[in-house]
């Protein structure tokens, strides 16, 4: 019976062998396993965040295309129903390519706020000027009558002049353009 333990203890002792190799084993490939898969999750964020850097700039190109074409589309209607507060306002339009040209501008340009008379013609304003006993050196919204819908100045011959006469000025051709 002797033989018989000391059998068993042999086999045993076989056992428990190659249950510490197996589990050594195991644990070497658990650590690659774990090893790979933050390999793999790091190159997929790594993707993703390029991919969504593509995706904001691809975005952002889309977003300006609509606002430009939508500013061209309301710049001369008259209805209301628009994001803006007045697109017929020269800081919300863009003038067509044919105002443009008229213009002589070899490529896009912009309404820029200008002065002018009441009948629309180009006027300077003369500043400083005097008005209700002060000196203003910029143009105003105040009257002698309460506060103006049009800022205005004096011009330099006298007479008032309003700030926001929209005046057509050419773009300068960047190189990103």
Not at 102 to 113: P, R
């Amino acid at each position: 019976m002797k033989e018989n333990i000391n059998g068993q203890n042999k086999d045993l002792a076989k056992v428990t062998d190659i249950i510490q190799e197996v589990t050594t084993e195991q644990k070497t490939m658990e650590l690659k396993f774990d090893t790979e898969v933050v390999k793999v999750v790091d190159s997929a964020a790594s993707e993703y965040t390029k991919l969504m850097v593509d995706v904001r700039v691809e975005a952002l190109e889309e977003a300006k295309e609509v606002a430009l074409d939508h500013c061209l589309a309301r710049a001369n209607q008259s209805s209301s129903s628009s994001c803006c507060l007045d697109c017929r306002k020269p800081q919300f339009r863009i003038p067509s390519l044919d105002v443009c040209k008229e213009k002589g501008c070899s490529g896009e340009c912009v309404f820029e706020l200008s002065s002018c008379d009441a009948k629309g013609k180009a006027a300077t304003c003369k500043f400083p000027f005097t008005h209700g006993g002060k000196a203003h050196s910029k143009c105003i919204t105040t009257s002698l009558f309460g506060t103006t819908k049009r800022p205005w100045c004096m011009s330099e011959s006298g007479s008032p002049a309003f700030c926001d006469c929209p005046i057509t000025e050419c773009l300068k051709e960047t190189a990103f353009s």
